[in-house]
Structure formats: C-alpha cells, structure tokens
C-alpha cells in the first residue's frame, strides 16, 4: 500500500486544521480500543490503521458518532439473542435437575425419620 500522509486525510475531511484531525483519530483510536473493528483492510499499526480509514473516507467528523451507534447496536441485538438463547435452554434444564435433586433428598430424609 502507498504510504499515507496527514496531508491526505485534511483533505477528505475538509480542513486544514490539524488540530480536527488529531481529534477525530483519537475519537476513532478509543472506538478501536473498545473493540469496534477497522473499516480497511490492512496488518498496520492502529494509528496508521485509523489515518487509513480517515483518507479512505470511511470516517468523517460526521458519521464518527453513528458508527459507534452501529456497532453498539449489532453488540447489543447479539447479547439480546445470547441472553435469550441462554435463558430458555438453563432454566428448563435447571427445574429437572432441581426437581431430581429435591426428590433425592426427600426420599433419604423420609426413611430416616
């Protein structure tokens, strides 16, 4: 891949401010942190990664907030389906074996007694 410069990514975000694009690469750096994934293809660093996405136009000051909306969103629908899956297998599982388990200890105790 060619190399990527600072130069590229103040042009497709629309300013010569230094300072903007520094902001939003860290912004994204903290998404990457959190474990939303990269939106190019490459084995860089995650600083050049995230420069990558910025010159590619992936990521704009614009849509940064609405990407990790997304991500959350997905995150949240698989824990929803996680949970619920989880839930209705263990609980039918769990009044058996406690039903099971309640009889053998009754049945010991009884004839004790």
């Known amino acids: 891949m060619a190399r990527i410069t600072v130069e590229d990514c103040l042009k497709l975000i629309g300013s010569e401010n230094r300072f903007a694009l520094i902001h939003l690469a860290i912004a ?10 990269f939106l190019v293809e490459g084995k860089n660093k995650e600083v050049v990664m995230t420069l990558r996405e910025i010159a590619a136009g992936k990521v704009t000051p614009e849509n940064l907030k609405s990407l990790e909306k997304m991500v959350r969103a997905d995150e949240e629908a698989l824990r929803a389906a996680a949970d619920k899956g989880e839930a209705d297998e263990p609980a039918e599982g769990d009044s058996a074996v406690t039903e099971s388990a309640a009889e053998d200890v009754v049945s010991p105790s009884g004839s004790d007694a």
């Open 28 to 37: 994204r750096l903290k998404q990457h942190r959190q474990g939303m994934p």
